[in-house]
């Protein structure tokens, strides 16, 4: 049974790090595109970062650009999401989602129904 399981949010003041995880399960991580998405109450879930399945390429928002970076360990089966500098604009619920890379369609890689498989999301909350 394909999983996804994120962990890593929390409480951080503006200006902080956070590191979410997204722990992987019942497939081969490497082929699979993952990427990160982010909910924050009454608005639409977006997309924030995207990495294929060989770690090749990265996609980022440009909200995020330069502040975010995402990386793969295809051998221990997780992806995780290295976020810097918090704003309190980035408070949201971010979840992983993942789609087979080779059903899987870059032009869209922002929009959540790209992809078919979604962990239960990890709270991020930035407030001093």
């Known amino acids: 049974q394909l999983q996804l399981v994120e962990s890593g949010g929390g409480l951080v003041q503006p200006g902080g790090s956070l590191r979410l995880s997204c722990a992987v399960s019942g497939f081969t991580l490497a082929t699979y595109t993952v990427a990160w998405f982010r909910q924050a109450p009454g608005k639409e879930r977006e997309g924030v970062s995207c990495?294929?399945?060989?770690?090749?390429?990265?996609y980022y928002s440009d909200s995020v650009k330069g502040r975010f970076t995402i990386s793969r360990d295809n051998a221990q089966n997780a992806v995780y999401l290295q976020m810097n500098s918090l704003q309190p604009g980035d408070a949201a619920v971010y979840y992983c989602?993942?789609?087979?890379?080779?059903?899987?369609?870059?032009?869209?890689?922002?929009?959540?129904?790209?992809?078919?498989?979604w962990g239960q999301g990890t709270q991020v909350t930035v407030s001093s």
């Open positions: 990495t294929t399945g060989d770690g090749g390429t990265e």
């Open positions: 989602a993942a789609q087979l890379s080779s059903s899987w369609d870059p032009w869209n890689w922002r929009y959540h129904n790209t992809y078919n498989y």
